[in-house]
């Protein structure tokens, strides 16, 4: 009897995004992707290893030494960049939508 390989399916493994991840990976969940502040890439699988390895391979060196209050107050600045960066694009788009061209 052959056995029948069963594709595991990620959306069904109801993995929760964390808010500690935030604070170690500056990363923050955005609809149902996980976006990280420092170059705006979206991480694919909700994993901490995924995460972890995005933030270890791209931004450690520079962000390893910002801690404390330090390291909140940037991600909180972060944060409100996307926030304002979607904002105006919002804005933008409800602006383009009323002017014709033809």
Known sequence: MASVDKKRKIDSENRIFKSSWTESYFVVQQADVILCLI???????????????????KHSSKFDGVVGQTRTDRINSMKQEIVAQQL???????????????
């Open 88 to 102: 105006l694009f919002k804005i933008g788009n409800q602006s383009a939508e009323g002017v014709y061209v033809g």
């Open 39 to 57: 170059c705006q890439e979206t991480i694919a699988v909700h994993k901490e290893n995924n995460i972890k390895k995005h933030y270890c391979s």
